[in-house]
């Protein structure tokens, strides 16, 4: 019996690093991003770390006791991450000032929030469930992985997020080491038995940081001075109604990763199935966490629904394991050297890990399509709005310098466009009714 109980101890602990791990790399990712698209110095990027740790650390815990009250990650999420480096990066390229950009958004994010809170106050949250169907589930799925695993890749060729000046090389040798712990990742998910298999994120992480850290000794580690500033991305800048109204839609948008996230999860949790109380404490947490998060220049949160791949892998989708991971983070948040520590892991290998991590976002899509009766005549509902939105991610910046101030952040934005064109069409056209 003490044998017993000893090993799911031990079972708990080793998930709840991972979990920790999980955690640490998605958060992880995101400051150096936001430094190079936001033309910050280098010291910015400690504040920013900091702050994303705590805010993440946090947030995960509030979910677990008063939110949806499940095992589901809470952070930065990738559709927020991914339209923030977009209109950044596609106003710099047309000289509109980094004071601006990023005073637009902090005011926009806020909206967003108060929005979220709204809609978990008043219970809203299931009403727009409706909207969110299989379909656009499929579209929004897709475009995410896509956009999601270009930012990986860039974290693993060493290629900037901003307004590239000069000259820019790729770091191959940065690459082929990326490479080979993604590669190793997969490989052990793919032939290890599952009971180890299922540390795959964690193994990976370790020796591809000890792998680094020997190819590479001479590699910079995290500096700077603690000091917690407001708006670290800037603040004081002229409003774009145009990135404004673009980040009310994001934070729109941006439900449909609660749903995802909960309905996804149901399987794990058949004895206490999603009530309305589980959404309303959802939107509210993540209403207010977001809220919390635009005087420190965090990308906003959601539930992450690729905490379903990490809990499948574990299969331990119990609580205890989650806040584990969840104060370990928030430690790493709230003091100096920790922080430092753990942020020496190098980019090019958090990137390969997370890119692996969302690799099955695939697997999410596909599993939603197949609750769709698909045909030659309905199938332009995933068609358009998925082609739409990959043209869009591709399309340069320059190509849209003479459409009108308030369209340009929208249109720049090809995650964006195509999930809000997979609404429209959904619950605007009866496809049901067609043969």
Not at 54 to 82: D, K, N, V
Not at 147 to 171: C, Y
Not at 332 to 345: D, E, K, M, N, Q
Request: glycine fraction near 8%; aromatic fraction near 12%; include cysteine.
């Amino acid at each position: 019996m003490f044998m017993i109980a000893s090993s799911g101890r031990r079972e708990s602990l080793f998930s709840g690093f991972q979990w920790f791990f999980f955690i640490f790399c998605n958060t992880v990712v995101v400051p150096p991003t936001l430094v190079s698209a936001f033309q910050l110095p280098a010291a910015a990027l400690f504040t920013l770390t900091q702050y994303a740790f705590m805010t993440t650390g946090i947030a995960c815990l509030a979910q677990a006791f008063f939110g949806h009250r499940r095992a589901i990650m809470e952070g930065p999420t990738g559709l927020w991450w991914g339209t923030i480096l977009t209109v950044t990066l596609a106003e710099a390229a047309r000289g509109t000032p980094i004071a601006s950009i990023a005073s637009s958004l902090a005011v926009g994010i806020a909206l967003s929030a108060a929005i979220t809170i709204m809609i978990g106050i008043s219970g809203l949250g299931e009403w727009l469930a409706r909207l969110f169907s299989p379909a656009v589930m499929v579209v929004f799925m897709l475009l995410l992985g896509a956009q999601l695993t270009t930012i990986f890749f860039k974290g693993m060729l060493g290629l900037p997020f901003g307004v590239v000046s000069g000259t820019v090389t790729v770091q191959m040798t940065h690459f082929v080491l990326a490479a080979a712990v993604a590669l190793l990742v997969i490989a052990m998910i793919v032939f290890l038995p599952i009971r180890m298999g299922r540390y795959a994120l964690l193994l990976g992480t370790l020796a591809g940081w000890a792998l680094y850290r020997f190819c590479f000794p001479a590699a910079l580690s995290l500096t700077g001075d603690v000091h917690w500033p407001w708006f670290p991305l800037g603040s004081g800048g002229a409003l774009r109604p145009g990135i404004i109204l673009t980040a009310i839609l994001a934070g729109v948008v941006n439900i449909s990763n609660t749903y995802g996230a909960i309905r996804g999860t149901e399987c794990f949790y058949t004895d206490a199935p999603a009530t309305r109380q589980t959404w309303r404490g959802s939107f509210i947490v993540s209403g207010l966490m977001t809220l919390v998060t635009v005087p420190l220049s965090v990308v906003p949160f959601s539930p992450f629904v690729s905490s379903i791949g990490l809990i499948t892998q574990t299969g331990d989708s119990t609580r205890r394991a989650f806040v584990l991971g969840s104060l370990c983070c928030l430690l790493v948040g709230i003091i100096a050297p920790l922080t430092r520590l753990f942020c020496s892991l190098p980019l090019p290998v958090s990137s390969a890990v997370m890119l692996v991590s969302y690799l099955p976002l695939l697997f999410s899509s596909l599993t939603f399509s197949q609750q769709i009766s698909l045909s030659s005549r309905n199938i332009y509902r995933l068609a358009l709005p998925l082609f739409s939105g990959i043209f869009l991610m591709g399309l340069s910046p320059v190509y849209l310098q003479d459409l009108p101030l308030t369209l340009r952040p929208l249109l720049s934005n090809g995650l964006l466009v195509g999930i809000l064109l997979a609404v429209a069409m959904e619950n605007l056209i009866p496809w049901k009714r067609i043969p």
